[in-house]
């Protein structure tokens, strides 16, 4: 596998900045070329923001005691779903939120195993502007996958079967993204949204499985295509270029997050002498001679 | 021979003929170097073989003494003959030095004949040069060592030192000595086994010999240190040196108990000019010369921690605990003075600014959190202190934001964590939202819902708005060093937001992520979005213009550090972990000390009622005086909270013994005006740490509560100010005013039950004990107690929701006394014009504050409505105010629940709500959440009697506390939905009810608007010259940095006193602050004058008024930027990543 996502190249001077920016610590261990999951932070000096012309959020906001915090509200909102999905170590999705609109996600899912192993597929999230308190989130692939949940034509993926009422506090992005991978490795047939594969898949799985592989390869020919949306931090593939892909996956591998002004030549801070699992003080004693 | 004449010219100036020669290197070969130097040596050594020829010994002496000079220049300029650099070969002269022992016998001579200081100094600086200049290694070869050290024993004993005209000598041959010595860690050795031989135990005589002069002052004593740390450095993996050293040499005795003497000769008092001074910088101690010896001494310890050998190290810490931090430290702090506390808490900040090393912090911490001094942590001492008066709280508070700045898991355990980690405080139901983040900005925005309504209003400032700079919300963090100020507001990043919306909506995409160049200096410039994005309307500039994204950026770089620095903490203290149910119950609350140190402190914010106006004329006179007066007392120990322009300079009360206030205060008791609570709370408590304190306390109560019950303790008074309660709203009908009133009263006598308690029974150690006894005591104290004091507890209960029978209950009890009281309040009226001495300013300045404000709200309610409402507008105008609310903060009882709605300005609820008293005996069932964050928040209750500088140190320490990740103080601080225990006081309900106070007095105040904004722009300017500042927080301690800088005068050595005579430290700071003053006091004077023009009482009743008023304003500034900075932190918290473990690996 020699692809390489990255960012487009509209963006591409803090590409590996970003990346590694997530800092994710290495948990999981690499059985990807790119074996650890990196997702990248949003982008310092560019949040997303809400689309322009949205009545509900609007009026969301005007209702807030402080509509001109209102804003700050939303972004920080949809700021910290991301961080959960950050948190969640989602196993082979990556998402990225659009320059554009905070409630535009753009998103990634690699397919380990199962029917639609190898599948690469890029797909969009669009968060309702009314968020927390409208429907669920969109999840649309950019290829319509073969898939009895997919919709042929739109590629949409039936989300809300799974949450029928987005729940604030309780549903969170990263549990439609975790849906969006289920999908692939436990397929539902019920009240398809693409009756051909959900019928196929009971009648004639060889059938359905080589019409799955055809799909897979298809969004794989397309991988290296320009980004569906014209956005600068659409996600695009371009093929292994050493000189610009070393430099930036040595970068994930290597780097450690720390604050970002962190003073130099810290003064003493962040001491511990407590016993793990004790609360006493000075627990953990280390000087032998310490009376 | 001219080249001899060259390098070796005689003279009785051979050393600075040896400088020159040493700078023109001697071109000689060396086989003629060699010949001369045998030459003299041959010469010498005739004389040296005339072993009886001593009597006739001055020739000799002096041609011995030429020619010695001569040879040890030619041994010195010397280079190796050859080998690699590691070994060189000997030069010819130095192999015959060796081979024919040429030193040794040298000295021996010298010593058989008995050396004078003459030829001592002589020797010495001879040795010294050869050691220091020679170009190769000597002191490998014994016949080079031995001598050495048998001039050293022959010049100083170990013991006893040195004559004092050797020392200079002395010292800069053993620096020398050490300096070659870390160049050949083997000479250490050689050092070490050889004087085994010759000196016995004393076998490391060079150290020996420099101990002494570890805590010298000047050059010598440095030369000392540098020479010592040499010897610890070289010596850090020398177990046998380190065993030695340890065992001994008296290296770490010396120095530890060498701080404990320096630390006996620093200043007792610190005598401070300006009223924000709060803490000890480098500008500050620079010029206060036992200071510096001090800070000196303390580097040098850190800096052997650092090096020296682990033995070395950890007896060195031992010794610093048990010999400086327990029997000197710790007593200091517990000093009865006002004047000394404050100086020895200042010096512990300044301590712990200072040292670096782990170690060394780690005893400090231990010293501070461990170690009981009469039977009270040090942690829980300093504790205390915040809820003192100002400039004892402005130090307390500014060494807790150094605490807090280590991010130590052991004392954030000890100040807050353990009484978190049971999860008692939550309800059951709510333990697993202790781990929730404010996701969807529902915290933020009750945050932000609470800035009081009267300073959202911009239309009163747009007349002048021009001259206010773009930003003036970050001034909250002026003084503080955790939250940075911008001087020039930078482009937050967020900031890109705005700016991107704004030309993707008109131009499409930018090619490129904006830069922040591309960005507007300030929200308000960036504001314009299109207007076709109804989400975006451009933020109302009043608002985000107050730096809301800078509180954002702060927060995160806030929570950032925090989260990186408690990395590797040994729990994440997420409410599951520890264990709730594995925990060792916290310690319950305290009873006796903090009572005694905390009750005053109620006294004097909320309790002294000045019943009469009179009597508030005569406190306001008083305070004024104090404040306005420069002669009256010095600012430094009572702070006043006056501008920090007013500097007044004045030296005038030594002691604190002899309190100009305190004098009045027997007459007066006697006379039947002041309460009797405090009298024996002041007087009979021995050994409260507060005790001087409390003196002054006891007087503004004395002249503020008019009550006459001078025989009675408490009850009397009660009773009294219960009916003049009900007296003033007249009828049980609608009772939230009186009732409010009246569980104000009540508690106070209820309160005045328990100082009165604790001071018969400070010395039992058993809280439960103390507890159990109390409220029978309380009781029976006086028979008039009794009811009220039932009817108080009835009502205070912590229901959850205050019923109107409560109140009522308490009401109508209250009926007729409150008559009686006013009537008698009255009748004293014109009494007292000799008060005006008394008062100290700052009580009054409080007092006068919170009678007022609780007045006034009961004047609202009873309006109209009753024929005494005269009276009672009277008193609303000129006097001042309970504030009812910090009463429940005291330490000892935990609040009950009942200002649940503290949001909403008094709903009927209000009357349970300002009940502060509660049923003594409950406490101990009820969770606490620790005397830290108790003392927190009834500091923050009492903001708006606060002075602006304690404000800002206070909510400075909140948001600290509040970037820590850790889910049990986050949510206990910043989630505002959190349901607690009803006896748990939550942060937003603290802040509730500042705002209702601040918007009830903006409500009072025409001009409020006007007052706001000038307090803006002073803040403004203010802030601006700081920013000039170096940061207060951390003084470095390294030499690299210790040029003072000297761009402004060091207000430090002005505030010193000790250093420069009063009348020129005066002068100096007056020219210091002149500045200041141009920029400030104009405005502070249009502050007053719009604040004072109604009244018609005198000048000094006018400034006092003044006071309270600016202490209003300022704090309602404060507080609109602090809920910012709260809402900030609740979002940023929520977007927050938190850091893996290090894993060991340090960074």
Known sequence: CGLVWGLSSSNARSDSEEQGGAGEPRISPARHPFGKKQLPSIPKNALPITKPSSPASAAQAANGTHASYGPFYLEYSLLAEFTLVIKQKLPGIYVQPSYRSALMWFGVIFIRHGLYQDGVFKFTVYIPDNYPDGDCPRVVFDIPIFHPLVNPVSGELDVKRAFTKWRRNHNHIWQVLMYARTVFYKINTMEPLNPEAAVLYDKDIQLFKSKVVDGVKLCNSHLFDQPKMDDPYAISFSPWNPAVHEEAREKMFTHKRRPEDHPKGLQVSGLSWVKPGSTQPFSKDEYPLQT | ?1147
């Open chain 2, 1 to 1147: 021979m001219s080249w001899l004449s060259r390098i070796t010219p005689r003279g009785t100036d051979g050393r600075t003929n040896r400088s020159a020669a040493s700078a023109s290197p001697c071109t000689a070969d060396p086989e003629t170097c060699l010949m001369v130097f045998e030459n003299h040596w041959r010469q010498v050594s005739w004389v040296l073989e005339q072993r009886d020829s001593v009597a006739g010994g001055a020739d000799d002496l002096t041609a011995v003494r030429n020619h010695t000079d001569q040879m040890l220049c030619l041994l010195a300029e010397e280079k190796p003959a050859g080998g690699d650099s590691d070994t060189p070969a000997m030069g010819p002269i130095l192999e015959l030095v060796v081979s024919e022992n040429v030193l040794q016998r040298l000295v021996q001579w010298h010593v058989r004949r008995g050396l004078d200081p003459d030829s001592q100094t002589a020797l010495l600086k001879l040795f010294e040069m050869l050691i220091g200049r020679s170009q190769q290694p000597l002191l490998q070869h014994s016949a080079v060592l031995q001598p050495l050290l048998g001039l050293l024993g022959a010049c100083a004993d170990p013991q006893l030192g040195c004559p004092p005209s050797l020392e200079a000598s002395l010292v800069l041959l053993l620096n020398q000595v050490c300096v070659c010595m870390s160049r050949q860690p083997a000479v250490l050795e050689l050092l070490f086994r050889c004087g085994a031989v010759q000196q016995g135990p004393t076998n490391l005589l060079i150290f020996s010999l420099l101990v002494p002069f570890i805590h010298r002052d000047g050059g010598l004593g440095q030369q000392a240190r540098d020479a010592l740390l040499l010897v610890m450095a070289t010596s850090a993996s020398n177990h046998a040196v380190a065993r030695y050293i340890t065992e001994n040499s008296y290296f770490c005795p010396v120095l530890a108990t060498g701080l404990s003497a320096l630390y006996s000769s620093l200043p007792r008092k610190i005598e401070v000019h300006g009223d924000d001074w709060h803490a000890l910088r480098r500008e500050d101690w620079m010029g206060v010369s036992s200071l510096v010896v001090f800070m000196n001494s303390l580097e040098f310890c850190n800096a052997v921690v650092q090096v020296a050998h682990p033995l070395v190290r950890c007896q060195l810490l031992d010794y610093l605990h048990n010999g400086f931090l327990v029997p000197v430290v710790g007593p200091a702090l517990h000093k009865s003075s006002v004047d000394e506390m404050i100086a020895s808490t200042a010096y512990l900040d300044l301590f712990l600014r200072s040292v670096t090393e782990k170690s060394l912090v780690k005893t400090f911490l231990r010293f501070i959190l461990l170690h009981r001094h009469d039977n009270d942590t040090i942690l829980h001492t300093l504790l205390t202190r915040i809820s003192s008066n100002s400039r004892l709280c402005m130090v307390s508070l500014s060494l807790f934001k150094t605490l807090l700045s280590f991010n130590c898991e052991d004392l954030m355990l000890q100040l807050v964590l353990r009484y978190l980690l049971p999860c008692t405080h939550v309800m059951l139901s709510q333990r697993r939202a202790v781990r929730e983040t404010d996701l969807y900005g529902k915290s933020a925005d009750k945050f932000l819902s609470l800035i009081p309504e009267c300073c959202r209003t911009t239309t009163a400032a747009t007349s002048d708005r021009e001259e206010e700079p773009a930003f003036w919300g970050k001034v909250l963090g002026s003084p503080n060093s955790e939250s940075p100020v911008h001087a020039k507001p930078s482009t937050p990043s967020r900031l890109a937001l705005f700016i991107r919306q704004q030309s993707t909506g008109v131009t499409g995409p930018l090619s490129s992520a904006p830069g922040p160049e591309s960005a507007p200096s300030s929200p308000r410039n960036s504001a314009p979005l299109p207007p076709s994005s109804p989400m975006h309307q451009p933020p109302d500039p009043s608002e985000v213009e107050s730096g809301y994204l800078e509180y954002l950026r702060d927060a995160r770089r806030g929570i950032e550090l925090c989260s990186w620095a408690c990395r590797d903490w040994s729990a994440p203290y997420d409410g599951d972990n520890p264990s709730p149910s594995s925990v060792p119950p916290p310690p319950p609350p305290p009873t006796s000390t903090p009572s005694l140190s905390m009750v005053p402190e109620h006294f004097s914010s909320q309790r002294s009622v000045l019943a009469d106006p009179a009597q508030q004329r005569a406190a306001a006179v008083a305070a004024a005086r104090a404040e306005w007066s420069s002669s009256d007392r010095n600012s430094g120990e009572w702070d006043i909270t006056i501008s920090k322009n007013c500097i007044s300079l004045t030296p005038r009360s030594k002691k604190r013994s002899l309190l100009p206030s305190s004098v009045p205060l027997q007459p007066s008791s006697s006379s039947s005006s002041s309460s009797v609570t405090e009298v024996p709370l002041g007087t009979a408590e021995p050994t409260g740490p507060l005790h001087h304190a409390v003196p002054h306390q006891a007087l503004y109560n004395g002249t503020g509560q008019a009550n006459e019950c001078v025989d009675t303790p408490d009850g009397g008074m009660e009773v009294k100010k219960v009916k003049r309660d009900a007296d003033v709203s007249g009828e049980p009908g609608p009772n939230g005013g009186v009732g409010m009133m009246g569980s104000t009263e009540s508690s106070l006598a209820l309160e005045g039950g328990y100082g009165d308690f604790h001071v018969s029974s400070a010395k039992k150690p058993a809280p439960s004990q103390v507890k159990s006894n109390l409220l029978p005591q309380a009781q029976t104290c006086s028979p008039s107690l009794q009811p009220s004091s039932q009817t108080l507890n009835c009502r205070s209960l912590p229901a959850p929701k205050p019923s109107d029978a409560s109140v009522a209950a308490g009401g109508s009890q209250a009926l007729e006394s409150v008559e009686s009281l006013i009537e008698e309040l009255l009748e004293q009226a014109p009494s007292e014009p000799d008060r005006s001495e008394l008062g100290d300013s700052n009580g009054h300045g409080i007092s006068i504050e919170a009678f007022h404000q609780e007045l006034r709200e009961l004047e609202e309610r009873v309006r109209g409505r009753r024929a005494h409402s005269h009276s009672a507008e009277e008193l609303g105008q000129d006097s001042v105010p309970t504030s009812p609310g910090p009463h429940r903060m005291d330490e000892e009882c935990p609040p009950p629940e009942s200002e649940q709605g503290a949001g909403e300005p008094k709903s009927d609820g209000s009357a349970g709500t300002f009940s502060p008293a509660r049923p003594p005996a409950q406490p101990l069932t009820q969770p606490y959440i620790g005397p830290f964050m108790t003392v927190l928040f009834s500091k923050l209750e009492s903001m708006l009697q606060n002075s602006l500088y304690v404000n800002i140190l206070l909510t400075g320490i909140v948001f600290q506390l509040s970037c820590y990740p850790q889910p049990l103080l986050r949510s206990f601080l910043l989630n505002t939905n959190m349901v607690f225990q009803p006896s748990v006081k939550s942060l937003i309900q603290v802040l509730g009810s500042v705002k209702n106070r601040i918007e009830a007095f903006a409500a009072m105040h025409e001009d409020f608007p006007t007052m706001l904004r000038k307090a803006r722009r002073f803040l403004v300017a203010r802030g601006k010259l700081d920013w000039t500042d170096p940061p207060v927080g951390v003084p470095p301690l390294r030499r690299s940095d210790s040029l003072v800088k000297s761009r402004k005068p060091s207000l430090g050595d002005l505030i010193l006193r000790h250093t420069s005579s009063p009348t020129r430290a005066r002068h100096a700071a007056q020219a210091a602050l002149a500045h200041v003053r141009d920029g400030g006091q104009s405005l502070h004077s249009a502050l007053f004058r719009g604040a004072v023009a109604a009244s018609g009482a005198s000048s000094l009743e006018k400034q006092a008024e003044a006071l309270r008023v600016k202490n209003t304003v300022y704090c309602a500034v404060i507080f609109s930027e602090f809920l910012k900075e709260l809402a900030a932190l609740a979002q940023e918290h929520a977007v927050a990543m938190p850091f893996p473990p290090s894993q060991g690996t340090e960074e």
